[in-house]
């Protein structure tokens, strides 16, 4: 299955002499093709992964990072293989409510080949489902995930060789995969890590990133420490501002800019990135959580009222729930018991595709990926769309 990494972009043009030669030395049987394409794109693209909890490693108060395994006793014998950035959803279910989340796995994706993911969740204040987690997931465990997603990973047709990343917090993980692909020359691009962490005792995977720092020189890593008292080697601080990224961007050479930590983050260093005027295509966004909060955004219209009701259709049923404008659709209707299928919970992968029948929406500008054709045909995305008015819509039954 590493082999696939072979057919990205240009490399797949240099297969095609080797295939012709394979081609011509075949026998004349015909092959069971559609059993092997079809068995292959099982592997690849499981429905959903059953896993057991092999190892929990705490990583201060807050975090953990859980290594999973295939639990051959429940079906899944052999994990899918992913490219370094891509998520995993986990499927829980809390008081009888099943819920989703997604977790970058951070692991490198040679690991996978030998039957390892390893997620790393921080516990979020408040939050539903990494509370959930930090109580529930012990060693043995089962735990019920979808393959692979997402498109936060490096595209060689799109992105320049070399690479700015700035990570936030927890946003380290798909970074962290990233930078074990590189050392493992399962990816071919040069890291320069800006990682920003509260002081230096917090910094996530220090010793792992100083590792792979020594072991390859594609990587190289940078702590920018927001509220660190003392001054500490080959650190940063403050925050990462344009002038931070020039610093140690390369000159006269084109870079890519992938970000990925929380949404106070992004709203920081967005305007900074402004002040560089780098092409579109070179700035990419992981979206690594819910949004929140969207009255705070420039575009939110006035006079939205604080609470609407939505009326939901679901198959031959319809439902009626209250809630605030504060609340993404999704959010609202989870609360008023109504289970909405998601992955990506941030409008991207387009799982949670429902019809708006009645009424408007808001959209954050970072959250709309809707195409043409959903805005000709009615589609939203209810996990990235915000209530202005009373709504009425046409919701997927959960599986
Ligand atoms: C692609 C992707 C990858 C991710 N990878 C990781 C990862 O590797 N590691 C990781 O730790 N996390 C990751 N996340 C985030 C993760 O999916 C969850 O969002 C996170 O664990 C919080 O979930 P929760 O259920 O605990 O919190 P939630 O219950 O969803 O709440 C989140 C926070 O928002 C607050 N909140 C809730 N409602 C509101 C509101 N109306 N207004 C303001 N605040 C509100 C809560 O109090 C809480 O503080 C990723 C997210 C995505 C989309
Ligand atoms: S869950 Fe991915 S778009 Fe809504």
């Known amino acids: 299955m590493a082999n696939l990494k072979k057919l990205k972009g240009l490399k797949f043009i240099k297969m095609l002499p080797d295939r012709q030669a394979r081609f011509e030395s075949a026998k004349a049987e015909v092959p069971s093709f559609s059993d092997n394409a079809t068995a292959l794109a099982r592997a690849l693209h499981p429905k959903c992964q059953h896993l057991k909890i092999a190892q929990v490693i705490e990583r201060g108060e807050d975090c953990k990072s859980f290594v999973l395994v295939p639990d051959a006793e429940k079906g899944t014998t052999q994990l899918a293989y992913f490219g370094a950035g891509k998520y995993l959803t986990v499927f829980e279910e809390i008081e009888g409510m099943p819920v989703t989340r997604a977790y970058s796995i951070s692991s490198s994706p040679k690991d996978s080949l030998e039957g390892r993911y390893v997620l790393t969740i921080k516990l979020v204040e408040g939050g539903l489902v990494s509370r959930f987690i930090f109580d529930n997931w012990t060693v043995g465990r089962a735990v019920k995930a979808s393959a692979?997603?997402?498109?936060?990973?490096?595209?060689?047709?799109?992105?320049?060789?070399?690479?700015?990343?700035?990570?936030?917090?927890?946003?380290?993980?798909?970074?962290?995969?990233?930078?074990?692909?590189?050392?493992?020359?399962?990816?071919?691009?040069?890291?320069?890590?800006?990682?920003?962490?509260?002081?230096?005792?917090?910094?996530?995977?220090?010793?792992?990133?100083?590792?792979?720092?020594?072991?390859?020189?594609?990587?190289?890593?940078?702590?920018?420490?927001?509220?660190?008292?003392?001054?500490?080697?080959?650190?940063?601080?403050?925050?990462?501002?344009?002038?931070?990224?020039?610093?140690?961007?390369?000159?006269?050479?084109?870079?890519?800019?992938f970000l990925c930590g929380p949404q106070q983050m992004y709203e920081f260093v967005d305007k900074e990135l402004e002040k560089l005027n780098l092409p579109k295509?070179?700035?990419?966004?992981?979206?690594?959580?819910?949004?929140?909060?969207?009255?705070?955004?420039?575009?939110?219209?006035?006079?939205?009222?604080?609470?609407?009701?939505?009326?939901?259709?679901?198959?031959?049923?319809?439902?009626?729930?209250?809630?605030?404008?504060?609340?993404s659709v999704v959010q609202i209707l989870e609360k008023g018991k109504i289970a909405?299928?998601?992955?990506?919970?941030?409008?991207?992968?387009?799982?949670?595709?429902?019809?708006?029948?009645?009424?408007?929406?808001?959209?954050?500008?970072?959250?709309?990926?809707?195409?043409?054709?959903?805005?000709?045909?009615?589609?939203?995305?209810?996990?990235?769309?915000?209530?202005?008015?009373?709504?009425?819509?046409?919701?997927?039954?959960?599986?």
Not at 167 to 191: K, Q
Not at 295 to 317: L, M, N, R
């Open 281 to 327: 295509k070179f700035i990419r966004h992981e979206m690594f959580g819910e949004f929140h909060n969207p009255a705070s955004q420039e575009d939110y219209p006035q006079g939205v009222p604080e609470k609407v009701k939505i009326t939901v259709k679901c198959q031959d049923e319809t439902f009626t729930v209250e809630g605030s404008t504060g609340d």
């Open 340 to 399: 909405v299928p998601t992955r990506c919970r941030s409008g991207e992968c387009g799982f949670c595709h429902s019809h708006l029948l009645s009424g408007k929406i808001y959209v954050p500008e970072k959250l709309e990926f809707r195409r043409l054709a959903d805005y000709k045909f009615d589609c939203f995305h209810p996990c990235s769309s915000f209530p202005l008015t009373d709504l009425e819509i046409e919701i997927p039954a959960a599986k």
């Open 148 to 257: 692979p997603a997402g498109n936060f990973e490096y595209q060689e047709l799109r992105d320049a060789k070399k690479v700015i990343c700035i990570a936030g917090g927890s946003g380290i993980t798909p970074f962290l995969s990233m930078a074990n692909a590189i050392a493992d020359g399962d990816e071919d691009f040069s890291m320069t890590l800006l990682y920003g962490s509260r002081n230096y005792e917090n910094i996530l995977f220090r010793d792992e990133l100083a590792e792979l720092e020594k072991k390859c020189d594609k990587i190289k890593v940078i702590h920018v420490l927001s509220a660190e008292d003392k001054e500490i080697e080959g650190t940063e601080k403050g925050f990462i501002t344009a002038e931070l990224i020039k610093k140690y961007a390369p000159e006269n050479e084109e870079y890519s800019v």
